[in-house]
């Protein structure tokens, strides 16, 4: 039986349309998703968007519709966007959906026939914008009054809610983390979460009677749930939660919980402790991305620099623009997107390096070898060399994507490119043609399987540009697999006529 591997990004709100913060993070659970399918992984892949809370509320409100209304539309464009960005999910989840009601409200229930939830009464600083409680130490002053350390503002709420009992978990939390400590990462957040559990849990609400455009509580329909009690749920209605006897069951718990690292908390305190108090497993891991800005600035609709992702993989190519997101930032760091930076890795790295490696070795093999794919010669040491360094690829990268290392990982398989070209230019080709042409054969046997293994390899990042690399090369569709590398094309396998994956790009004057 296959292994199975679960991966989910955030479900993202609706007060606003996707913009390419979204789509940065679905794009690389969209690498994890494809990687662990190429490594013969069983891949159920979840994304959706978060559809309740006062602050969908109020924009609903805002735009003169029916909250329902207003989500349909708003979540129709990240299912557009997630469509667009090539997002191989085999999912999209909606929390407005009936079945995502029934699955919170038996977790709920179970949670609550845990003894883990109690009636009392809320007090307490409340930031409609983060949907979240701060406690009066961490507030900060504005200009018009307490602020949240996020800077959203706060106001002072007082009413009945429900509570967990979250105080109760902060142990069993701390001996969690430590018995597995790839549970969260990277270490900056993993830090700054336990530090925040060892500073001391309180009970946390866990319903609101202000609105109504949430999850009602069973039993108690004038309250509806905290919005991260619904959110955080969706990763198992998903999964057909409260059945547990089923197929799709086998997914749980998830491997991967991809998430923006502000919500890493939710994910790694609340998310954990809701789910042992209703006496179901804990999610593996959860790892956070950094946040990019965008030419040096926050996103922001004020500053007018959100960028779309989708008019982006218009005008330059979706492939380069999961290249550039994939590869220009370390995956768990802050970062920054620039045009610049991405039209120059696009003719630097992706039509340069890799595109002249395809470019002239096809070419020569189309020329010279009749489209027909040569046998291997004798090894000399450089071929070896090479050779050896695109065999070692697939385990390199399965440490790497193991903790979502997805630059580091781009960048292993750029050193072999870079040696391939600098393999080319040694060995010649065009000139064996004239010398030893049976050398000539091998040389361009070899550039056409570290092409394939390349290629291969690559196309969790550029699905379509690869699969048509992959075309060239003569790889039949179902032997683009890590584990097909083992078997070698037959020489006398014919290969299409060459034509550039990589087209360079001049920005218009
Ligand atoms: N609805 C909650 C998540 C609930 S998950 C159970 C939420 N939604 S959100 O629309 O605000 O999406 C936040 C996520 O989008 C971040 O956690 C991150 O994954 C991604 N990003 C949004 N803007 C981003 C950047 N500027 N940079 C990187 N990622 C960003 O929070």
């Given at each position: 039986m296959k292994p199975t591997y679960y991966v989910t990004t955030p479900i993202y709100y609706v007060n606003g349309a996707p913009h390419i913060g979204h789509a940065y993070t679905t794009i690389a659970a969209d690498v994890m998703a494809r990687w662990k399918r190429l490594d013969g992984c069983e891949v159920f892949f979840l994304t959706g968007t978060d559809e309740h809370g006062q602050k969908v509320e109020k924009a609903a409100a805002d735009a003169g519709m029916a909250p329902q209304e207003f989500v349909d539309g708003i979540s129709a464009q990240f299912q557009a966007m997630t469509r667009r960005m090539g997002a191989s999910n085999d999912a999209f989840i909606r929390t407005t959906e009936p079945r995502h009601i029934a699955s919170c409200a038996a977790l709920w229930q179970r949670v609550a026939d845990a003894g883990d939830i109690y009636l009392g009464g809320y007090e307490g600083w409340y930031a409609v914008r983060d949907e979240a409680f701060y406690g009066?130490?961490?507030?900060?002053?504005?200009?018009?009054?307490?602020?949240?350390?996020?800077?959203?503002?706060?106001?002072?709420?007082?009413?009945?809610?429900?509570?967990?009992r979250l105080k109760s978990w902060q142990d069993r939390l701390l001996a969690f983390y430590h018995a597995n400590p790839d549970f969260l990462a990277p270490s900056s957040t993993r830090n700054e979460v336990l530090s925040f559990v060892r500073?001391?849990?309180?009970?946390?609400?866990?319903?609101?009677?202000?609105?109504?455009?949430?999850?009602?509580?069973?039993?108690?329909?004038?309250?509806?749930?905290y919005v991260w009690f619904d959110a955080l749920t969706n990763?198992?209605?998903?999964?057909?939660?409260?059945?547990?006897?089923?197929?799709?069951?086998?997914?749980?718990?998830?491997?991967?919980?991809?998430?923006?690292?502000?919500?890493?908390?939710?994910?790694?305190?609340?998310?954990?402790?809701?789910?042992?108090?209703?006496?179901?497993?804990p999610p593996r891991?959860?790892?956070?991305?950094?946040?990019?800005?965008?030419?040096?600035?926050?996103?922001?609709?004020?500053?007018?620099?959100?960028?779309?992702?989708?008019?982006?993989?218009?005008?330059?190519?979706?492939?380069?623009?999961?290249?550039?997101?994939?590869?220009?930032?370390?995956?768990?760091?802050?970062?920054?997107?620039?045009?610049?930076?991405?039209?120059?890795?696009?003719?630097?790295?992706?039509?340069?390096?890799?595109?002249n490696l395809a470019q002239r070795s096809l070419s020569l093999l189309a020329k010279n070898c009749d489209g027909l794919l040569p046998a291997s010669g004798p090894a000399t040491e450089d071929d070896a060399a090479l050779r050896a360094m695109a065999a070692a690829l697939p385990d390199m990268l399965r440490a790497r994507l193991d903790r979502q290392a997805i630059g580091d990982a781009i960048e292993d398989v750029w050193k072999v490119i870079r040696a391939g070209n600098a393999y080319i230019?040694?060995?010649?080709?065009?000139?064996?043609?004239?010398?030893?042409?049976?050398?000539?054969?091998?040389?361009?046997?070899?550039?056409?399987?570290?092409?394939?293994?390349?290629?291969?390899?690559?196309?969790?990042?550029?699905?379509?540009?690869?699969?048509?690399?992959?075309?060239?090369?003569?790889v039949p569709t179902d032997a683009r697999m890590l584990a097909d590398l083992a078997f070698p094309l037959p020489a006398g396998t014919h290969l299409p006529p060459p034509a550039g994956v990589f087209p360079r790009y001049v920005e218009a004057a």
């Open positions: 009066a130490d961490e507030l900060i002053d504005g200009p018009h009054g307490k602020l949240a350390p996020t800077g959203a503002p706060v106001e002072w709420v007082t009413e009945p809610s429900y509570f967990f500073g001391g849990l309180e009970d946390l609400s866990i319903s609101r009677t202000s609105f109504a455009w949430g999850v009602p509580v069973p039993g108690d329909p004038a309250h509806v749930m990763y198992i209605t998903a999964l057909g939660y409260p059945a547990t006897d089923t197929d799709l069951w086998r997914f749980w718990p998830a491997d991967l919980h991809l998430v923006g690292k502000e919500i890493a908390r939710f994910h790694t305190v609340f998310w954990p402790a809701f789910l042992m108090a209703g006496g179901i497993a891991r959860v790892f956070a991305n950094g946040w990019l800005t965008i030419e040096g600035e926050k996103m922001s609709k004020s500053i007018g620099n959100v960028i779309d992702p989708m008019a982006l993989a218009d005008e330059l190519g979706l492939d380069a623009v999961r290249f550039y997101l994939m590869r220009e930032v370390p995956f768990g760091n802050d970062g920054n997107y620039s045009r610049r930076a991405l039209v120059g890795r696009l003719n630097g790295e992706l039509a340069n390096d890799f595109g230019d040694k060995q010649a080709p065009w000139a064996l043609r004239k010398t030893d042409f049976a050398r000539m054969e091998s040389v361009l046997r070899l550039l056409a399987d570290v092409l394939r293994a390349v290629a291969t390899m690559l196309q969790p990042v550029m699905p379509d540009a690869m699969g048509r690399m992959l075309d060239q090369l003569g």
